[in-house]
């Protein structure tokens, strides 16, 4: 069956970068791409980009172009998400998915919470 | 403010069916598939609908959804204690290049 499974959970100070990472089991890997999405507390879901596994395109939300990295390592059927200089407002747990051509997302991981404090 | 427009909650009394609606534009359901999502409390979103009416096998029948225009409406009937959940509707939008989301519809089972 299909399953995401993502890093711990993670506590970093302002300014900082935190990587999240998403492994993949039970289909191929690179016939799909990953998007990424976070909630913060309390709060409903927020697009954050994708990238995909089978070409070299990436989307990415225009209010974290410029923060947020994404990248695939194929031999491991892995997806990392980094943010940079983070804010006390990237509190969030945030979600990786399986998504075909961005917009198709069906299975989610579990979640990482990201706790941003000084 | 979200791009795609749900009711904020929605309640009903087991047995009975309730519809949840989802307003976009042209540019998003209008033009793509509508995603329908489950989120239980405290735990990850699970996709229930996909490319606007389909179910994931495993999804109950009671589950079902549909798509007009610049519309979606997802209904569950012969509604469960188990269905209390936060529910959430997504597509790509054209214009933003992005997966937009409604802002969520907390159903309560009465």
């Known amino acids: 069956q299909v399953q995401l499974v993502q890093s711990g959970a993670e506590m970093k100070k302002p300014g900082a970068s935190v990587k999240v990472s998403c492994k993949s089991t039970g289909y191929t890997f690179n016939t799909y791409g990953i998007s990424w999405v976070r909630q913060a507390p309390g709060q409903g879901l927020d697009w954050m980009g994708w990238?995909?596994?089978?070409?070299?395109?990436?989307k990415h939300a225009q209010k974290f172009r410029g923060r947020v990295i994404l990248t695939t390592d194929t031999s491991t059927s892995t997806a990392y998400m980094e943010l940079r200089s983070l804010r006390f407002d990237d509190t969030a747990v945030y979600y990786c998915?399986?998504?075909?051509?961005?917009?198709?997302?069906?299975?989610w991981g579990q979640g990482t919470l990201v706790t941003v404090s000084s | 403010q979200s791009v795609l427009t749900q009711p904020p909650s929605a309640s009903g009394t087991p047995g009975q069916r309730v519809s949840i609606s989802c307003s976009g534009s042209?540019?998003?359901?209008?033009?793509?598939?509508v995603f329908w999502y489950q989120q239980l409390p405290g735990t990850a979103p699970k996709f229930i609908i996909y490319?606007?009416?389909q179910r994931p096998s495993g999804v109950p029948d009671r589950f079902s959804a549909s798509k007009s225009g610049t519309s979606a409406s997802l209904a569950i009937s012969g509604l469960r204690s188990e269905d209390e959940a936060d529910y959430y509707c997504a597509a790509w939008d054209d214009s933003l290049s992005a997966v937009v989301f409604g802002g969520g519809t907390k159903l309560t089972v009465l």
């Open positions: 990238i995909s596994a089978y070409s070299d395109d990436t």
């Open positions: 042209s540019s998003n359901i209008g033009s793509n598939y």
């Open positions: 998915a399986r998504d075909y051509r961005s917009g198709s997302i069906d299975y």
């Open positions: 490319r606007n009416t």
